[in-house]
């Protein structure tokens, strides 16, 4: 059973639509990570949310960190091809340590052109 | 580009082999974390050394262990290779320990 669901798994979309992927768990998080990944490539850190209905911008991608800290989503605008990747959350368990992160099980975003 | 750098990109060998992957940090970066992904498990974390110390562990297997090196660089040491342990594995360097930075992985290929 993994800590981290995301849904949806896959997602295949058009150009210039919108989409939310979610990061959900029974535990509670100190914080939650969102990452890209391309392939063949490691993944790269898009934001932190750290506080309890945090909601943070970065361009056309929008980040929220669930008021009991057990969920975070990703709404992303207008995708573009660039979008295309494997989105992972990630975070370490509140209480536990904070150098441990728990991946999610990834969301596969394909933005066809 | 984060910084980090892994070797080698590829690596194809038999079973009940050894291999070595080897990872520079980021400068001034003193942990190293290292992860394996593979397709039914995700990104599963392994170790993490700090300043040349062994700091954590993960679902890390006992034939497999790590070092960090004096000047930061660590190596991950993969002995009697399964099939199974085919799997991409990337090194993840980091300053504060909750924001960390990914190597480009090295994939690995059990025959």
């Known amino acids: 059973t993994q800590l981290l669901e995301q849904s949806p798994q896959f997602l295949s979309i058009q150009e210039g639509e919108n989409l939310t992927v979610y990061c959900n768990s029974s535990?509670?998080?100190?914080?939650l990570q969102w990452y890209r990944q391309e392939p063949g490539e490691g993944p790269v850190l898009l934001v932190t949310?750290?506080?309890?209905?945090e909601v943070k911008k970065l361009k056309r991608l929008t980040f929220q960190f669930g008021d009991a800290r057990k969920d975070s989503s990703l709404h992303i605008t207008a995708a573009q091809p660039g979008d295309t990747g494997l989105y992972l959350c990630?975070?370490?368990?509140?209480?536990?340590?904070?150098?441990?992160?728990?991946f999610g099980t990834g969301t596969l975003l394909a933005v066809q052109p | 580009d984060s910084g980090v750098t892994q070797t080698p990109k590829h690596l194809i060998t038999a079973t009940g082999q050894r291999v070595t992957l080897r990872c520079s940090p980021r400068?001034?970066?003193?942990?190293v974390y290292w992860y394996q992904q593979s397709l039914d498990q995700g990104l599963q974390f392994l170790i993490q050394?700090?300043?040349?110390?062994?700091?954590a562990k993960g679902n890390i297997l006992e034939r497999f262990s790590a070092q960090q090196f004096p000047d930061l660089h660590s190596e991950l040491n993969l002995s009697s290779l399964e099939l199974g342990d085919s799997a991409l594995y990337f090194c993840?360097?980091?300053?504060?320990?909750?924001?960390?930075?990914f190597g480009p992985g090295t994939r690995l290929t059990v025959l």
């Open positions: 050394y700090y300043n040349g110390e062994e700091r």
């Open positions: 949310v750290v506080t309890g209905g």
């Open positions: 993840a360097s980091s300053w504060t320990g909750n924001e960390q930075f």
């Open positions: 990630a975070g370490p368990l509140y209480g536990g340590a904070t150098n441990k992160l728990i």
């Open positions: 400068s001034g970066d003193l942990s």
């Open positions: 535990s509670v998080f100190s914080s």
